[in-house]
T-cell receptor
């Protein structure tokens, strides 16, 4: 069965430091992979997605993610974190033929001055 | 273009009461979804719909019902509220065809407490 694991529940980084959020998936075929961000009290917003092709994908707000099939990973990165990036981040994998998504449990990002 | 709207934003129910969570989208999306989000658990799919008149169960459908009479609306019904249904509920929509995965657009959520 498909699953998504985000090993880090909570990460704190300093403003201006680099960021990497981990995501591992379990899926038999070529996965459709997503990263969403949720600001406090808000719904989810898509940061980026991977369907096929170039394994390094660029998203909004300066985020990027790299698909590594050999490691079953889709880690999210940002070179320099801003205080406004403090939020919860969810990795998701597409399941079935109905566009359904399986979400990881999320990683909460705190940014210290 | 309002996107996905949900009402109410907050609600407190007593055990055994019923209510309907409303969801409307104005993007002419064919797919719509209901999720619940519990602390530390991510989002779980409750029900989804691939078009008007067509609905199907997700991972956690027990205690809920849905209908889809129009493209725009996808209400979620709780018939006999239980404390286990205390959660934040998100509605989402997307345009999908041929099994493709397109972006899901999320509403702002409804925070429900059952006491």
């Amino acid at each position: 069965a498909q699953s998504v694991t985000q090993p880090d529940i909570h990460i704190t980084v300093s403003e201006g430091a680099s960021l990497e959020l981990r995501c591992n998936y379990s899926y038999g075929a070529t996965p459709y992979l997503f990263w969403y961000v949720q600001s406090p009290g808000q719904g989810l917003q898509l940061l980026l997605k991977y369907f096929s092709g170039d394994t390094l994908v660029q998203g909004i707000k300066g985020f990027e993610a790299e698909f590594k099939r050999s490691q079953s990973s889709f880690n999210l990165r940002k070179p320099s974190v801003h205080w406004s990036d403090a939020a919860e981040y969810f990795c998701a994998v597409g399941r079935g033929s109905q566009g359904n998504l399986i979400f990881g449990k999320g990683t909460k990002l705190s940014v210290k001055p | 273009n309002a996107g996905v709207t949900q009402t109410p934003k907050f609600r407190i129910l007593k055990i055994g009461q019923s209510m309907t969570l409303q969801c409307t989208q104005d993007m002419n999306h064919n797919y719509m979804y209901w999720y619940r989000q519990d602390p530390g658990m991510g989002l779980k799919l409750i029900y989804y719909s691939v078009g008007a008149g067509i609905t199907d169960k997700g991972e956690v459908p027990n205690g809920y019902n849905v209908s889809r009479s129009t493209t725009e609306d996808f209400p979620l019904r709780l018939e006999l509220a239980a404390p286990s249904q205390t959660s934040v509920y998100f509605c989402a929509s997307s345009y999908s065809s041929g099994g493709s995965y397109n972006e899901q657009f999320f509403g702002p959520g409804t925070r429900l407490t059952v006491l």
